[in-house]
């Protein structure tokens, strides 16, 4: 099973995912986005309490010891450029 979470967004707050099997460390907003170039795009909605949660099995066929970063980007009001990043996450298939 695959899990990813996301906290402290702002309630009901448009997020970008990315999804990249190489990193290339880019600075932007006083931050750095890990998860480019992306290979997966998902256009997602923080809940209620500024959360978002998905879980799945984890798919066959993917090969041992694949590198994936997993980012999101978060629309922030706060903010003079309109967003913010979360932690990149890095994670290697078993």
Do not use: H, K
Not at 42 to 64: K, R, V, Y
Request: hydrophobic share 45%; proline share 6%.
């Amino acid at each position: 099973m695959t899990s990813l979470s996301l906290t402290n967004a702002d309630a009901g707050a448009l997020l970008v995912f990315w999804l990249s099997f190489t990193e290339i460390p880019t600075p932007i907003w006083n931050g750095t986005v890990y998860a480019l170039p992306f290979s997966t795009q998902l256009f997602l909605i923080a809940d209620g309490d500024g959360e978002f949660a998905a879980s799945t099995a984890w798919p066959a066929g993917i090969p041992s010891g694949l590198d994936a970063t997993w980012q999101f980007v978060c629309e922030d009001a706060s903010t003079i450029y309109g967003g913010t990043l979360s932690n990149a996450v890095r994670s290697t298939t078993p």
